[in-house]
């Protein structure tokens, strides 16, 4: 049977953590879902994760979270990242620094590998995320061909081009960080399910999560602003890969856009 695997864009603040729990029982009874990744850098007050946050997400049914470059914005994460297996950061950050960039999951008889890395066009400069995907995907095939990897990235065409290095080497690319969804999803040849960016979970009525009205001053003035999470209805955006087991190679992928008011 395949593998039924849900990426979650984003998460952002109360608002996110809101869609999770109200959307995600009827996705998994929908999809027969049989693992869930979320990315999580922002799930804490629109910035960072903490020990709280993670333990409500993985009581909705989130099976393992992903960052970013925010994940280090609240200070509980540096021991939550040591921790906490079923958290990991981007791979490419420095030695030493907390936590890991990879895990391997148990899933039915099966398991499934997570990796996550930051692209370096407009982000931090850090280590060649092309060239250490190499080596963590050769490590990590010895063990499972299901590979998932959340790219969470600035530019599309650095999060194309990373498609393309790695297809049919992984089940997924699927990109996070602008918290807007792109509508190219598609199997690429060799057998990897890709996004270029798979969207946001959070307010809908704000400019990428922060109050619309602040971000549109900021822009006005050039001044500097304290941003804040949005409040109202919430969006939840993901998707749906199914793969075979065997192979690692992913069948399908379809976006998940789910709109509190609608």
């Not at 620094?97 to 066009?121: D, M, Q, T, W």
């Not at 549109?216 to 199914?242: M, W, Y």
Request: proline share 6%.
């Amino acid at each position: 049977m395949a593998l039924r695997l849900l990426l979650i864009g984003d998460i952002v603040g109360r608002p996110g953590r809101r869609a999770v729990r109200e959307c995600l029982p009827s996705l998994r009874q929908k999809y027969q879902l049989d693992f869930v990744i979320a990315n999580a850098e922002n799930a804490a007050g629109g910035n960072g994760l903490t020990p709280a946050v993670a333990e409500e997400l993985f009581s909705c049914g989130i099976d393992v979270l992903t960052g970013g470059n925010h994940i280090w914005d609240k200070k509980e994460v540096f021991s939550l990242l040591d921790a906490e297996p079923r958290i990991i950061r981007p791979a490419n950050y420095p030695p030493g620094a907390p936590g890991v960039g990879y895990g391997i999951f148990s899933v039915r008889e099966h398991k499934v590998a997570v990796i996550n890395l930051c692209g370096r066009v407009f982000m931090p400069d850090l280590d060649c995320p092309f060239r250490l995907s190499e080596s963590l995907v050769a490590e990590l095939r010895v063990h499972t061909p299901l590979i998932v990897v959340d790219f969470h990235a600035e530019a599309t065409s650095e999060k194309i081009a990373f498609g393309w290095f790695l297809d049919g080497k992984v089940t997924a690319v699927i990109g996070t960080h602008t918290h807007v969804q792109t509508a190219d999803e598609r199997v690429l040849p060799g057998g990897t399910a890709y996004l270029t960016d798979v969207g946001m979970t959070g307010p809908r009525d704000g400019v990428i999560g922060v109050k619309r009205e602040i971000v549109i001053e900021k822009f006005l003035s050039q001044l500097p602003r304290r941003f804040e999470v949005a409040s109202g209805p919430f969006q939840f955006n993901g998707c749906v890969i199914t793969a075979d087991p065997s192979s690692g190679k992913a069948l399908t992928i379809e976006r998940v856009q789910i709109y509190e008011d609608e």
